[in-house]
């Protein structure tokens, strides 16, 4: 059934990773800029890996900035402030503390594959986001998956069955290498209609912008 929204409507395509709190950032961003543009999205996330060896127990997040990124303790603890300030004002909560660890997000993204089939990948990526943010949960653990599944309206044993039969291994593959070998090399990134990439959490005012010349090329 066509929708009977008069709004226009632009696709969004996001190349993201369920750990990375820009990814979140940006996207309440562009949430913002959507309603104050009055324009509907079309949006489809798509899987990348910010972490691909990390092992099964993960590791200490501040232990993991300083090793990747050479961050002292304080630079660590200003970004980190930095980012719980900035989704105060966006409306979404980020809980840090010492114990706060990054850990693989595989079996995420094939389950963020699953339940685009199902017509509910956006709530899943956005329960996904609050359970390891806002509630320090380990993304990795299958349990806290199909909590997050079910938090998204999907079916729990489905999700599970979904998992364990690999099905969604190579899909997920196939998908992260397209966006790679396009030179993603840094997410959030973001492509409008089909044709202007925005990498980084860009603010919402330079989204509006993408999103004017999105509509003023369709009309």
Partial sequence: MASSDPRPIVQIDIVSDVVCPWCIVGFRQLDLALQQQNVLAKLRWHPFELNPTMPPEGQNLREHIAEKYGSTPAQSQQARDHLTQLGDELGFRFNFDDDSRIVNTFAAHQLLGWAEAQGRQHPLKLALFEAYFTN?????????????VQA??????????????????????DKQQFWTSRGISGVPSMVFGGKYLLTGAQGTDTYEQALQRCLTEAA
């Fill in 136 to 148: 320090q949960r380990d993304v990795s653990k299958t349990d806290v998956l199909l909590d997050a």
């Fill in 152 to 173: 998204a309206g999907l079916d729990r044993d489905a999700a599970r069955a979904a998992l364990e039969s690999g099905t969604h291994v190579a899909p997920t593959r």
